[in-house]
């Protein structure tokens, strides 16, 4: 499959090119092999506008009904902090990053802690939420209460 009109280096950051990196799990001819591949395909996914990558891959228990795009954001960057599991060889993973963007207001970023877990084989985005950067915040509104287990073993049997 021939990737025109895609940037030729990959949006995610490794420095590979967009069809051997996210493009090939974008168009459905691979799938991801770890957390993290998949993380940073759902990255490109939303920088590219290649939402129906963004909905198939999202855990059926905690996705929307749609996912959309957001007007005026440009995705300028990412940086993975910390991954937790989610190997080749584990069902349950995490991935915490920050995705740059910029919006009609300026430069803005995003950090998340997000779970991915895998369902019939295939690694899937369960949820994320966002580190507590401000712990005298008492105004953070309160967090959504998803039932996925994450039972404390990360391997397969």
Avoid at 2 to 7: A, D, I, K, N, Q
């Amino acid at each position: 499959m021939e990737f025109t009109g895609y940037p030729r280096l990959c949006p995610c950051g490794t420095g590979s090119n967009y069809g051997v990196c996210c493009g090939r799990l974008i168009s459905g001819a691979a799938q991801a092999r770890t957390a993290e591949e998949l993380m940073r395909s759902r990255y490109v996914a939303y920088a590219l506008g290649e939402l129906d990558h963004v909905f198939r891959t999202w855990h059926p228990k905690t996705r929307p009904d749609d996912v959309s795009p957001v007007p005026g954001v440009e995705f300028i960057g990412l940086t993975v902090h910390e991954i937790v599991a989610g190997g080749p060889d584990d069902d349950l993973g995490v991935v915490e990053f920050t995705a740059r963007m910029r919006t009609t207001q300026g430069i803005d970023e995003m950090h998340e802690r997000s779970r991915f877990s895998r369902r019939a084989g295939r690694w899937m985005y369960v949820d994320g939420n966002v580190p507590d950067v401000a712990a005298t915040d008492d105004a953070a509104p309160p967090s959504r209460s998803t039932t996925i287990e994450f039972p404390a073993q990360h391997g397969r049997g």
